[in-house]
T-cell receptor
């Protein structure tokens, strides 16, 4: 069975600081991996995806993520956070179907 | 490309009533998904259509839930005899055949069962 864990329920960072959101997955084979962002009142928006190849993937809004097979992880990073990045972030895996993690809420201090 | 739309955005109903939600996917997207999202959780997969065919249903989808996509365009999700536990955000997403794993989500329908 597939599963996704996001160990951090809520993270607060200062504007301009770097960010790393953790995601661990469980799946028997190499899954397809995704990060989505959800702002209040908005639908989920795809930030980036990993299917195969280069384990460091670039996404929109300056985000990147690194797939580490040995750690079953797909952590999301951003070098400098903007106030507009405050939102809920979801990691997702597609194996047999889409499974989303519980989300990490990001707050940004001015 | 007007995005995925869902109607209504909010629905308040009394326990035992039936409700129906509509989803209009991005035109020419042949795949359509329904999810349920409760507070503090990520979306949970409910069901999936390819064109008009319902190809997969989650065990979360009890007999009170039914979904249709009669002409392979818009879809409806009906909940019969609503229960308080049905209160959630119901999300619809669509994807194309060429980028089937890139889902575009609608804004959701928030259901409150009183």
């Amino acid at each position: 069975a597939q599963s996704v864990t996001q160990p951090d329920i809520h993270i607060t960072v200062s504007e301009g600081a770097s960010l790393e959101l953790r995601c661990n997955y469980s799946y028997g084979a190499t899954p397809y991996l995704f990060w989505y962002v959800q702002s209040p009142g908005q639908g989920l928006q795809l930030l980036l995806k990993y299917f195969s190849g280069d384990t460091l993937v670039q996404g929109i809004k300056g985000f990147e993520a690194e797939f580490k097979r040995s750690q079953s992880s797909f952590n999301l990073r951003k070098p400098s956070v903007h106030w507009s990045d405050a939102a809920e972030y979801f990691c997702a895996v597609f194996g047999q179907n889409f499974v989303f993690g519980p989300g990490t809420r990001l707050s940004v201090l001015p | 490309d007007t995005g995925v739309s869902q109607d209504p955005r909010h629905k308040i109903t009394k326990r035992g009533q039936n409700v129906t939600f509509r989803c209009d996917p991005i035109s020419e997207h042949n795949r359509l998904y329904w999810y349920r999202q409760t507070l503090g959780q990520g979306p949970e997969f409910l069901t999936y259509f390819q064109n008009e065919a319902q190809l997969e249903k989650s065990r979360l989808l009890s007999d009170r839930f039914s979904a249709e996509r009669p002409k392979g365009s818009f879809s409806t999700l009906e909940i019969q005899r609503t229960e308080q536990g049905d209160s959630a955000m119901y999300l619809c997403a669509s994807s194309s055949g060429t980028s089937e794993y890139e889902q575009y989500f609608g804004p959701g329908t928030r259901l409150t069962v009183t």
